[in-house]
């Protein structure tokens, strides 16, 4: 079915056919996330890794993102967008091979980290390109792109899980070299447009100014400190690299940026770990109720992906009715209410939560990619990706880590606590030593040890660590809220001056407040 784009002339067939080849490839960056997120309890098992160490690998299936959409955001428009698409494909490719051939935590790590700078760099790609190619209908058509997102965590879900749990977890990666494939045979022959920046005149350097000191210092903090923390850098080390790129930023921009984009910059790490935290989680954490109804845990994702899917196609419709800032806050409180839900509910009222949950989080994502890029089109594809960029370091630093150092934390205090009750020694037997990550001190389970223990020991093991990890939904309920928030003041901000109103350059008639 051919969608049309609202109040302007239908898209020509090659712009679609481009449109097309970016939206296969939002599908293969949905195919690395949700079959690495079906197979982390095989992971664990078979390496031995505790929850926080699967957080973290986790977590590095997230953050190199922002890596890679900066840099190519920086040189996107010098390189052209072709040729970090082959990079793309290469990344993808080859983390899937290093996967597969794994023999423990470090080559998943590194493999997961390859396919993340893969899928930054086709968002650095995609979005300039669905952006500039629809400059008047943002919301819907990035929407529609990222309903690719959401459709490649469905298909790739599906496959995955009906494989089934006693398939070998390599199998279920492989997947991801399928769209891999077809995105690189689509891609190689479509032009591609000029980016609308570069289109209307702007310059590199006022590009730069939109993003000024105040949005260097956020994103570059959280990608100095997250590499920080992988290489072992001293906290003072990270200070002073993180202040001389951001001084570096200032004295060439002299522009501290737009304090709008700075303030949505902010927003955006609640609302990625509301999203993508939680969804890096999903499935492990709703294992236990899922399989009281005979079903694996990642169908929970399956589910909500599905619903994000579907609805992704009316979101301009939507927004053109209450707004992006109205969508974007009524999907925060839906969002908070289906997750304090999910934290308690069993059996088939996890669906109902879940259902709830799947529609807040279902416009998140693109419609603040669209805001962003409505009122900052002097930016380009610098304001737009770093904006999805923070969003992807913020999931994984903060999102997926907190999550498994939350379960870490509650299974250990709540054995220890079981021990002190019942005089055993259940904690000094199946918890290991203190380990540190970025949230603090931890102890976590050992698998190897667990797997030996009586049934007795066992039981009491599986229960704790069951209840752990549906309480851990309950702490992320915070951040939606944080978003409910700052979208209300937001609301009232615009609404004290005349009304939300895009921004279009080189607009051929005023563009209409929502």
């Not at 522009?255 to 999903?282: N, R, Y």
């Not at 797997?451 to 951040?479: G, Q």
């Not at 939606?480 to 005349?498: D, E, H, Q």
Request: glycine share 10%; aromatic share 12%; hydrophobic share 50%.
């Amino acid at each position: 079915m051919q969608i049309q784009e609202t109040a302007v002339a239908a898209p020509s067939g090659k712009d679609m056919k481009l449109f097309y080849a970016c939206f296969v490839a939002l599908v293969t960056t949905a195919f690395g996330f949700i079959t690495r997120a079906v197979v982390l309890p095989q992971w664990g098992v078979e390496f031995n890794l505790t929850q926080t160490q699967l957080g973290e690998i986790a977590g590095v299936g997230l953050w190199p993102f922002a890596i890679s959409i900066v840099l190519f955001s920086l040189i996107i428009d010098k390189i052209g967008y072709k040729t970090a698409m082959i990079f793309a494909f290469v990344c993808h490719l080859s983390a899937a091979i290093i996967t597969i051939f794994a023999d423990g935590y470090w080559m998943l790590y590194i493999g997961t980290f390859i396919v993340a700078i893969g899928n930054g760099t086709v968002e650095a790609v995609t979005n300039p390109v669905v952006a500039t190619m629809f400059p008047r209908a943002k919301v819907k058509w990035l929407s529609i792109l990222h309903a690719g997102w959401a459709g490649g965590l469905v298909l790739g879900g599906v496959m995955a899980l009906l494989l089934g749990e006693e398939t070998k977890w390599e199998y279920k990666i492989a997947l991801i070299i399928l769209p891999t494939l077809i995105y690189a045979i689509m891609m190689i022959p479509r032009k591609f447009p000029v980016n609308e920046r570069v289109k209307a005149g702007v310059s590199y350097k006022e590009m730069l100014q939109e993003v000024g000191a105040g949005g260097a210092l956020i994103i570059v903090g959280l990608i100095v400190f997250q590499l920080g923390a992988v290489f072992g850098w001293p906290l003072a080390a990270n200070i002073v690299l993180t202040l001389l790129i951001t001084g570096f930023f200032w004295m060439y921009t002299k522009s501290f940026g737009q304090p709008l984009f700075v303030l949505l910059l902010l927003i955006m790490i609640p609302l990625a770990t509301t999203e993508l935290g939680t969804d890096s989680w999903i499935s492990d954490l709703m294992s236990p109720e899922m399989g009281k109804l005979g079903l694996q845990g990642g169908w929970v994702l399956v589910y909500t992906s599905a619903i994000m899917f579907v609805l992704r196609f009316f979101a301009g419709d939507i927004a053109h009715k209450i707004s992006p800032l109205g969508l974007l806050a009524t999907c925060s409180a839906i969002a908070a209410i289906g997750l304090y839900m999910m934290s308690f509910s069993s059996g088939v009222m996890i669906l109902l939560a879940a259902t709830i949950y799947g529609l807040g989080k279902t416009f998140f994502w693109p419609t603040m990619l669209a805001l962003v890029s409505e009122r900052f089109p002097k930016g380009g594809a610098l304001t737009l990706n770093i904006t999805g960029g923070l969003g992807m370091i913020a999931a994984g630093v903060i999102g997926a880590g907190i999550l498994g150092f939350i379960q870490d934390k509650s299974v250990d205090s709540k054995i220890a606590d079981y021990d002190s009750q019942n005089n055993t020694a259940i904690h000094s037997t199946y918890v290991t030593e203190k380990k540190t990550s970025l949230f603090g001190d931890y102890g976590g389970l050992d698998q190897n040890k667990l797997a030996t223990a009586s049934d007795a020991d066992k039981e009491t093991v599986v229960t704790i660590r069951e209840t752990a990890k549906k309480e851990a939904l309950r702490y992320i309920v915070i951040f939606p809220l944080i978003m409910l928030v700052s979208y209300l003041a937001l609301m009232a901000y615009f609404k004290s001056r005349g009304g939300y109103k895009p921004i279009v350059l080189e607009e051929e008639a005023p563009a209409t407040p929502y």
